[in-house]
């Protein structure tokens, strides 16, 4: 009898591809193991065993594999079955999925280029003769392709030998390698409490009477301290008084001052002991208690709670009861809320059982994770991690937890497989039959319509812990501020007296504006109106190469106005404004005080991100100035002043989730603001303080809201009441573009009548040289998902069969954000 493996390999072809074996090797494969098949002319790839059978290909000899790479499964039939449901549900291929599931260290493949590993020192001693080979051919070359290996070894296939060396973390796979962040310690003075008393106080500036440069240094010390509550850097001590570190060290030594460091590691676990979690109070107790009923009957819950209500914590009793019964438990957070705030807060509660899954960490940490989960280790109870920590080997998993739910970033654009991580994690925590927790002060309508369906069980957390009062929400009106000539730049009077007020007092502020900020988006200086589209509700974009407004989503033209269509007048403006020119503003605003940004741009390096919330954190930035990043789950402690120097440009946004993300990111935000015993402040800067989602937002209204957008869901089929299907048409020929979306846009019409909107422009047309169409489908919750897709895939299939049209770029989207 002959044996066959099917095998997914990591390419994004639909079809799974036999392979031919013996039958020892038949009897020793199992499903989840990887094996090295050659594929092509001359490519090695790392596959998948998905099926072991005895059922020869009709229409192809198959070939043999080159090796098995694994002596037991790395993925389980769990994984491979929500491979399947990501695959159907999200129309993609086995592939592409493997390959956002795996660690590249697992899929090696010809092409894949290895590196030393730089971190590590080798032991050359525990290296076999063919390891050594690869060892030294990395001392002169700094990288190497997986066949220039084989070449080198003489042998066919090298990947058994080049996964070793990885698991002896003797190379690399070639990617962007991260170093852990060390902070550099910051090194403070103060005054030694020996002389607290006015009395020893004069005794030693008498005493220092003599020596002018010491005194100098104290009394500049006491100036520092007075005009602002922070802590004093020897730097700026040193500075200040002009005098020479020696002259500090002096005093040091005499026990005058004394020196001190504030310094947080901040991804490395001590092993401390572990801290015992903390008591809840009554509103968190019953949230816990509610939200225990709610699993009962429902296996996915959300929890409603406004920001600093202690969510986290109701979280970690969770996590201690789920991690007691022997489960493991995902925590699933957007990349950019996994902070080393929260890594460490839940370090000290569980210490080494937490484990963090992150792109940004290296391919052995990753391996030494995904092994750790695999393995059920110990180690790997808690898992902490951004979207593809849904991919690990889990066996046990008791309880998965979304934190900032309402997040787009759970979205995977692009490349396929365009996952929502949020809701596969419910998928796959119905497959261990176990329970998701959703936590939002803002959630997301498509969950908060769940809850309303009855779908999740729904549980709310209305005050802050300790009772810190929600800040003072104010609306400014820009709009008169101009008329009456009170505005300096971006910043209304208002605003700039709360800043000055905040920073006298030695407390921080924060300045939020939105990167869309950037979007051509007209809009009137006088009255602040930006043109609509009439069937759908967002705003016109400004194409400036034609001169034209358009929407978006119904494909709706008119010519760009010269006056404005509400008030008439001429002053249109299509330009926004980013953080760069606010944070000049600010500098020559307020020139004595430290301003940062925080944006794309500045968190670029390696650590940036980490840098400016360590430097907000230890007080030495004074107003940071940032986008939506600003948003994410930071605990900052003396932040009192939140301003969002324009509203209006979120509002205006062209998409249907324009209202919706703009009251969430505006409560996120204005959830930095007082988090401790002082109430905080948050000024919101619009042209249109009447706009109701600024008043929901300031009177903190989460159900006003959600009803409102609910309705405007409902009367233009928007989902969570609908579901859509994006399909972007791309290529280098304009002409061919728009023929292609053309037939496809009628082929779609033909099944799905006046559901599909489109083919229209997206508003940057043409990216890297491809031109871009979309298509949309909107599908009505008692049509057939399942049959919706598979129409969609055979006007796919007959699109791809018309020879002119072979070269177009297919790009199928479900549930796009
Ligand atoms: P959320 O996630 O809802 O924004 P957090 O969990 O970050 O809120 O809690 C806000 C602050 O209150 C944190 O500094 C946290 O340590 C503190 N806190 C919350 N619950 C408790 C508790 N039960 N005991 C002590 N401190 C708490
Ligand atoms: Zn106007
Ligand atoms: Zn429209």
């Excluded at 190497?144 to 058994?160: E, F, M, Q, T």
């Excluded at 020479?244 to 001190?260: H, N, T």
């Excluded at 497959?431 to 009855?454: C, D, I, R, V, W």
């Excluded at 020929?733 to 496809?744: G, M, P, V």
Aim: aromatic share 10%.
């Amino acid at each position: 009898m002959s044996h066959f493996i099917d095998v997914i390999i990591p390419v994004p072809l639909q079809r799974l591809f036999t392979y031919s074996i013996t039958a020892a090797e038949a009897d020793f494969l199992k499903i989840g193991m990887r094996v090295s098949v050659p594929f092509g002319k001359s490519k090695i790839y790392t596959g998948i065993v998905f099926k072991i059978h005895n059922e020869a290909p009709g229409v192809y000899e198959a070939k043999d594999i080159h090796q098995i790479l694994d002596d037991t499964p790395i993925i389980n039939e769990t994984q491979l079955q929500l491979w399947q449901w990501i695959a159907s549900y999200y129309l993609c291929t086995l592939g592409d999925v493997m390959r956002a599931a795996l660690p590249s260290a697992f899929i090696l493949e010809s092409e894949t280029i290895v590196s030393k590993n730089s971190q590590k020192d080798i032991d050359e001693s525990v290296l076999k003769d063919d390891e050594f080979l690869v060892y030294d051919a990395l001392q002169f070359q700094s990288s190497l392709k997986v066949h220039d290996i084989s070449n080198i070894l003489g042998v066919k296939n090298a990947l058994p030998i080049i996964k070793r060396l990885i698991e002896k973390e003797v190379i690399s796979v070639e990617e962007e390698v991260y170093e852990k962040y060390k902070p550099k310690l910051v090194r403070y003075v103060r005054l030694h409490n020996s002389y607290a008393s006015e009395v020893e106080l004069h005794q030693l500036l008498d005493d220092l009477s003599r020596a002018p440069k010491q005194h100098k240094v104290i009394m500049t010390l006491f100036s520092l301290s007075a005009t602002s509550k922070k802590p004093v850097k020897v730097t700026d001590l040193t500075k200040a008084s002009e005098a020479s570190s020696s002259i500090i060290k002096a005093l040091i030594d005499k026990g005058v001052l004394e020196e001190y460091y504030i310094q947080i590691d901040r991804v490395t676990y001590e092993g401390d002991e572990n801290e015992a979690t903390k008591r809840l109070n009554v509103h968190q107790e019953n949230a816990l208690k509610e939200i225990k009923e709610n699993f009962l009957k429902h296996s996915v819950v959300l929890l409603h709670g406004v920001t600093s209500s202690g969510k986290t914590e109701v979280y970690v009793k969770l996590i201690e009861a789920a991690i007691s019964r022997g489960e493991q438990v995902l925590y699933l957070l957007p990349e950019i809320a996994l902070t080393t705030q929260l890594i460490i807060r839940l370090q000290n509660y569980f210490g080494e059982q937490v484990s963090v899954y992150h792109s940004k960490y290296t391919v052995h940490e990753r391996v030494e994770v995904w092994n750790n989960v695999l393995n059920n280790s110990h180690k790997a109870q808690v898992v902490l991690g951004a979207r593809s920590s849904i991919f690990l080997p889990f066996n046990n998993l008791g309880l998965i937890i979304i934190d900032e739910e309402h997040e787009q970033s759970f979205k995977q654009f692009d490349p396929a497989p365009r996952y929502h991580a949020r809701d596969t994690a419910v998928v796959l925590a119905h497959m261990y039959q176990s329970k998701t927790l959703l936590g939002s002060a803002t959630p997301s309508l498509e969950s908060y319509f769940n809850a309303q369906q009855n779908k999740y069980g729904l549980v709310e957390l209305n005050t802050r812990y300790n009772n810190v009062i929600m800040p003072d929400m104010e609306l400014v009106d820009i709009k008169d501020k101009l008329k009456r000539k009170r505005m300096k730049g971006h910043f209304s009077d208002r605003l700039i007296e709360e800043m000055t007020e905040t920073l006298s007092e030695g407390y921080q502020v924060i300045l939020f504006q939105n990167r869309r900020g950037y979007s051509p988006i007209v809009e009137c200086n006088t009255c602040g109106h930006s043109p609509q589209c009439p069937n759908c509700d967002v705003s016109l974009t400004y194409h400036q190469y034609r001169n034209q407004l358009r929407c978006h989503y119904c494909g709706y033209i008119m010519a760009m106005q010269d006056n404005c269509l509400a008030c008439g007048s001429p002053e249109l403006d299509s330009k926004g404004f980013g953080t760069e020119q606010i944070e000049l503003e600010v500098k020559s605003l307020f020139p004595d005080y430290n301003v940062a940004r925080m944006d794309l741009d500045t968190t670029r390096g390696k650590y940036g991100y980490e840098k400016i919330i360590t430097a907000l954190e230890q007080q030495e930035i004074d107003i940071l100035v940032g986008t939506q990043m600003l948003t994410k789950g930071l605990d900052f402690r003396n932040v009192k002043l939140v301003g969002v120097m324009n509203a209006d440009n979120m509002l205006n946004f062209p998409d249907f989730r324009a209202h919706e993300r703009s009251f969430q990111l505006i409560l996120q935000v204005a959830g930095r603001a007082g988090r401790t015993d002082v109430r905080g402040k948050v000024l919101i800067q619009t042209y249109n303080p009447h706009h109701n989602i600024l008043q929901q937002v300031s009177t903190n209204d989460y159900m006003s809201m959600y009803m409102e957008q609910m309705d405007e869901r409902y009367n233009f089929k928007y989902p969570p009441v609908y579901k859509q299907i994006k399909i972007t048409l791309k290529h280098k020929d304009y002409q061919k573009t728009e023929q292609a979306s053309i037939w496809y846009g009628k082929s779609l019409r033909h099944v799905f009548g006046d559901y599909v909107l489109g083919p229209e422009s997206p508003p940057v047309a043409r990216i890297r040289n491809q031109y871009h169409k979309n298509l949309l489908v909107k599908i009505p919750k008692k049509q057939s998902l399942a049959k919706t897709k598979e129409a969609i895939i055979k006007i796919n299939n007959s699109f791809f069969s018309i020879k002119d049209f072979r070269s177009v770029r297919v790009v199928l989207n479900v549930d796009n954000f």
